[in-house]
């Protein structure tokens, strides 16, 4: 890739993700200002975006569609927004479990709603596994909290599912985005894992 594409890559996608970033205002805009004020910090807090970078990328390096590309992007990031809460203080010290469980089950509704919109069921079998992975990785850690002896397969498996199986799964949405071929995915998959 000349420099000139790549420079026109980049700025693609920054476009791409000042959308994805007026997709998540507006979508942390509800009826309940209480509400407002718990989740909107979770996404104003900003960060590196990688999950949703990665998609679009792969995404725009294909035949995708802008609207369908940012739409999956901030998809993503309710996804990662709902499991690590940005660094900031969680919710659940300020307003307790309760309020913390619903807020993380607001963002993964509102996920699915998007991804719901999209013209094709794949797009929701792929959050669907995602989804799993990541409340599967999060039981794990929780019976592992004081546990020394667990063992570094226990460790890779925990890892595998809250990240690697996220990553795999950003790279195969911008691939699907992106029309690519399956074998084009599947390389696609395997690099997300690693990476």
Same mark, same amino acid.
């Given at each position: 890739m000349s420099?000139?594409?790549?420079?026109e890559m980049m700025e693609r996608i920054a476009l791409d993700l000042e959308g994805v970033e007026r997709a998540l205002a507006s979508s942390f805009n509800t009826g309940s200002e209480d509400f407002n004020t718990l989740i909107r910090p979770l996404s104003e807090a900003g960060g590196k975006r990688?999950?949703?970078q990665l998609c679009l990328l792969i995404a725009n390096a294909g035949t995708s569609v802008e609207a369908e590309r940012i739409k999956i992007a901030e998809a993503v990031e309710m996804l990662h927004l709902a499991e690590i809460r940005r660094g900031e203080e969680t919710i659940h010290k300020h307003k307790g479990n309760k309020v913390a469980i619903l807020s993380g089950d607001y963002l993964f509704a509102k996920a699915f709603r998007i991804v719901s919109e999209m013209p094709h069921m794949e797009y929701l079998k792929i959050f669907s596994h995602i989804i799993t992975c990541l409340v599967e990785g999060e039981f794990m850690q929780m019976e592992d909290v004081y546990r020394i002896d667990q063992g570094i397969?226990?460790?890779? +498996?925990? +890892?595998q599912k809250k990240t690697a199986d996220?990553?795999?799964g950003c790279m195969e949405l911008g691939g699907l985005l992106g029309g690519w071929s399956s074998d084009e995915i599947m390389y696609l998959k395997r690099y997300g894992h690693a990476l």
């Open positions: 420099n000139s594409n790549q420079l990688l999950r949703a397969d226990r460790y890779m +498996t925990k +890892t996220f990553m795999e």
